[in-house]
């Protein structure tokens, strides 16, 4: 999607800032003892008390309303009776629409006490993140962004997913721009177009290149195993820079 009116954008920022309001009052229900499920029905209401739904189960009929992932788990977590503790580390994906537009934005946590090395790991999954948002201006290669973030994960000694990319959203969950890289990728040619639309979500990790499928249909493990975090904002590329959509106010 490229943003051709402000009444597109106003619509993109509303259901942005949805997830975003989601994704935060999620992360402060965590608590240990919780079962995952009981946290997604958190989010759910959320959701629906604000006129959204779930992206995932829209347009999927992914077994959740939010995606939550916890350790070795990567990504596409099934909410369910999975007990979460202390020292946990958690990712959420909160995707939806609300009136034909879409929103994505997600974020990894540690229920306390968490060791110095995965609150580092945290810090450094924000970090590579905002990396790649700087890179982003009307004109540019999208390789930028990848090539950013692989930088900086291999000056800190970091690997990355390499099989997890970002995407184009706005009238749907996954448009083009498709599988755009967020680490070096000499394949990519594609130039960012001023008011397109899309997501950055590095998977920065302690080892893992790749997700592998695990003993579900959805739930996607690291490979070799390694914890690792994700962090994604839904951003529209402007003359500034990255207009962020998935923040809440």
């Known amino acids: 999607m490229v943003v051709s009116n ?13 997830c975003a ?11 240990p003892g919780m079962t995952t499920k009981e946290l997604d029905d958190i989010g759910r209401k959320l959701l629906e008390d604000a006129g959204a739904q779930s992206a995932p189960e829209t347009c999927y009929q992914f077994p959740g309303a939010t995606c939550i992932s916890v350790n070795e788990e990567v990504a596409h977590g099934i ?3 999975r007990v979460l503790k202390s020292g946990d580390l958690v990712n959420i994906d909160v995707s939806a629409v609300k009136n034909g537009f879409f929103g994505d934005t997600g974020a990894s946590y540690i229920i306390p006490p968490g060791s110095p090395r995965i609150e580092k790991l945290c810090r450094d999954g924000r970090r ?24 900086f994960a291999a000056k800190n000694r970091y690997t990355l997913i390499q099989n997890l990319a970002s995407h184009g959203v706005g009238r749907s969950l996954h448009e083009e721009p498709a599988e755009l890289s967020t680490w070096p990728d000499a394949s990519e040619r594609r130039i960012i177009e001023e008011g397109q639309v899309f997501t950055i ?3 920065l990790s302690l080892g893992a290149h790749w997700a592998e499928s695990g003993n579900d249909d959805w739930t ?11 962090y994604e904002h839904t951003i529209v590329a402007s003359r500034n820079g990255p207009l962020i959509l998935t923040l809440a106010e």
Do not use: C, H
Request: glycine content about 10%.
């Open 21 to 31: 309001a989601t994704l935060n009052a999620m992360a402060a229900a965590m608590e």
């Open 128 to 151: 590579a993140l905002w990396t790649g948002l700087q890179q982003v201006k009307p004109g540019k290669p999208y390789a930028k962004i990848g090539e950013a973030i692989g930088a």
């Open 201 to 203: 979500e590095p998977f």
């Open 220 to 230: 996607l493990l690291s490979e070799p195993k390694a914890l690792t975090v994700q």
């Open 6 to 18: 402000d009444s597109e954008l106003q619509a993109l920022k509303e259901i942005g800032r949805i």
């Open 79 to 81: 909410p369910g009776d």
